[in-house]
């Protein structure tokens, strides 16, 4: 697996950081299979600086033997200095291989205030590029922690995978499955085989490294969650 991790990438004028990720995810996906994006929710308090949520994004590329991760790294950068929206402060990381010290910070990340020069320290001792691309760049943060959670396997929800967002209104559990999620159960953890799921605007959670879509029952249908 190649990991794009990408933080503080808009402003609150501009789209937003899982926008610029899935037209990252369309441009790669020219040349190589994407296996999805994935939003993984940081810590919300006063003393972190943050847009709207503070969210970041992954994106997740098969590493098939012929990826050279620093010519990804080159295009990604590329790709967001040509979407730089001023005011934002992006970071950028991107790597194959992810310690367990980078994912057991992107969990930190989530519960307490972790300071960029963590983050840099901790990607120069593993020699993981991790860029800073414009204003105070504190999205280096967000850039490693995202790769971290995404490599956690279960953190986190798809808001690309597959052809799910091409579903809308409700549809048969096979037709979710074959639009490339891999699992429908409760949250109690009930497989769900048959029914309608209301497919508008699916986010499946990432559970064991798969997107799994989460859902309840309500009027007929069943209803997906947002997990993370």
Not at 69 to 83: C, K, S
Not at 112 to 131: C, D, G, K, M, S
Not at 134 to 150: F, K, Q, R, T, Y
Request: glycine content about 10%; aromatic content about 4%.
């Amino acid at each position: 697996m190649l990991y794009i991790g990408l933080d503080d990438t808009d402003t609150l004028e501009s789209r937003g950081t899982g926008h610029l990720a899935r037209s990252i995810a369309a441009a790669l996906g020219k040349e190589a299979r994407v296996l999805g994006v994935t939003r993984h929710q940081l810590l919300v308090d006063p003393r972190v600086p943050y847009t709207r949520n503070n969210s970041c994004a992954a994106v997740l590329v098969e590493a098939n033997g012929r990826l050279d991760v620093q010519q990804v790294l080159r295009q990604v950068q590329a790709l967001m200095l040509d979407d730089f929206q001023p005011g934002s402060d992006p970071g950028l990381c991107v790597t194959q291989q992810v310690p367990t010290e980078v994912v057991a910070f992107g969990c930190r990340a989530k519960r307490e205030v972790v300071t960029q020069a963590e983050a840099r320290a901790l990607a120069a001792a593993h020699h993981i590029p991790l860029l800073g691309l414009g204003g105070d760049e504190s999205g280096v943060i967000g850039a490693l922690a995202a790769v971290g959670l995404a490599a956690s396997e279960s953190d986190g929800r798809y808001p690309l995978v597959g052809r799910s967002r091409e579903l809308s209104g409700p549809q048969p559990v096979a037709a979710v499955l074959e639009a490339g999620i891999a699992e429908v159960r409760t949250p109690q953890g009930e497989v769900v085989r048959e029914g309608l799921v209301q497919c508008d605007k699916l986010r499946p959670a990432r559970r064991d490294g798969r997107p799994v879509l989460f859902v309840e029952p309500a009027d007929g249908c069943w209803m997906p969650l947002k997990l993370d």
